[in-house]
């Protein structure tokens, strides 16, 4: 039987990684071009909160964890993440 959230779920990680990916991109774009370490952070930032995004899909679909266990893992990486992109934004 199909499950309709599992595959909602499923849809949206995927969209997820797709913009996370894409940000992630031009951020390390715009860091090689400039030399910012600020945008190198926020490349990195946005890299740690799709990672997650990615990690907490791996969990939940593929290992024999619990779903809790998939939002832990997501949770970690994007406070992780975040506090990256909040470093990159008050950087001199």
């Given amino acids: 039987m199909i499950d309709p ?3 909602a779920i499923t849809v949206l990680k995927t969209l997820t990684l797709l913009a ?5 991109r031009y951020a390390y774009r715009a860091y090689r071009r400039t030399g910012s370490p600020a945008l190198r952070a926020l490349a990195v930032g946005f890299a740690l909160v799709t990672l997650g995004a990615l ?3 791996v969990v ?3 290992l024999p964890l619990s779903r809790a266990v998939a939002l832990a893992v997501e949770s970690g990486f994007t406070t ?3 506090a990256v992109v909040l470093y990159s934004l008050v950087r001199d």
Avoid: Q, S
């Fill in 5 to 7: 959230l599992g595959t």
């Fill in 20 to 24: 996370g990916g894409l940000i992630t």
């Fill in 55 to 57: 990690l907490a899909g």
């Fill in 60 to 62: 939940d679909r593929v």
């Fill in 80 to 82: 992780c993440g975040f």
